[in-house]
């Protein structure tokens, strides 16, 4: 009995040992992450901070925050949020019906079509949106097709539309993979057994679908709108200079070297961004525990 005892006592310290192992070999594995945590993401926050409530004399001001009160900063602020707004929804409208196709699929063709999907993204995100350009220019792919079939030529770069559908192009798969991924962990055996019960395809999809793929909604919208809102460089190509958000202007206030500006229209947009992300996490029900307050 006592060898068994000495045995089991033997066991158990080198299982707790085997623990103490193991979760000092994850902690040395996070140590990566965290040093490039804090050189991307905390240090740039720091700097931001200190710009923004700053001077060109370093004293304490909050003149460069009072910029976005401006009529200029502040309709490209506004047309920002819409234009976002436009995109997130049109996302949302385009991929759910693809994601509800995905899942309803063969295992091989939805692979196949997912493939499809995130394909582009392979590519630099520069060139995608350079392409459209391509595309919607006055003399580009678009209105000569137009003019082939003897049709009026369409002026759509340099718009807000343009924007939109550059929007639309690079971001709908950050909206279809979530909805998607949600999609196909539904069990098949809840939805059957809402038919035995007497309901017909839309209230099954009302009823069970809809409130099963919140989470995937959810993520979906966070990772197409808060993109759209802080993007420049699709208002830039697609938009020239006629079309102005508020990320090209605090990039303009970065280009010409006045930090302390670029900064603090950066900490209001950041304001912004962190609101709109508690408002929809308000609606997702299963990150309760991970919302902002």
């Known amino acids: 009995m006592k060898i068994i005892k000495n045995v089991n006592k033997s066991e158990t310290t080198n299982e707790g040992g085997l623990h103490l192992s ?17 050189g991307f993401i905390i240090l740039p926050l720091i700097v931001i901070l200190y710009y923004g409530l700053t001077g060109k004399e370093d004293n304490f001001t909050l003149d460069n925050i009072a910029l976005i009160t401006d009529y200029k900063n502040w309709k490209s602020l506004l047309l920002a949020l819409r234009l976002s707004v436009i995109s997130t929804l049109i996302c949302l409208l385009l991929a759910y019906p693809l ?14 079509i997912v493939l499809i999907i995130i394909l582009p993204m392979w590519m630099n995100f520069l060139l995608r949106t350079i392409a459209w350009q391509n595309i919607l220019e006055k003399t580009g792919i678009l209105n000569s097709i137009l003019r082939f079939f003897h049709l009026p030529a369409l002026e ?14 690079n971001f709908l798969p950050f909206m ?9 962990k539904i069990d098949q055996n809840v939805i059957n057994a809402a038919r035995d019960l007497g309901a017909n395809s839309f209230q099954t999809f009302l009823k069970i679908i809809l409130p099963l793929s919140i989470p995937g909604v959810i993520s979906g919208i966070t990772m197409v709108f808060v993109p759209s809102l802080t993007t420049f460089v699709i208002s830039t190509i697609l938009g020239g200079s006629k079309v102005l958000l508020i ?21 209001v947009l950041m304001v912004f961004v962190l609101l709109s992300m508690a408002i929809i996490s308000k609606y997702d029900k299963e990150s ?3 919302s902002l307050w």
């Open 156 to 169: 759509i770069i340099n718009t807000p539309a343009a924007i939109i559908i550059g929007m639309v192009y």
């Open 176 to 184: 279809v993979l979530p909805i998607f991924n949600v999609l196909i």
């Open 99 to 112: 994601a509800l196709i995905l899942r309803k699929s063969k295992m091989n063709s939805s692979s196949f």
């Open 247 to 267: 990320g090209n202007v605090i990039e303009q206030q970065f280009r010409l070297g006045n930090w302390n500006a670029g900064s603090g229209l950066s900490l």
């Open 22 to 38: 193991q979760a000092a070999s994850i902690k040395w594995l996070s140590f990566p992450y965290i040093i490039w945590m804090i």
């Open 288 to 290: 309760e525990g991970n």
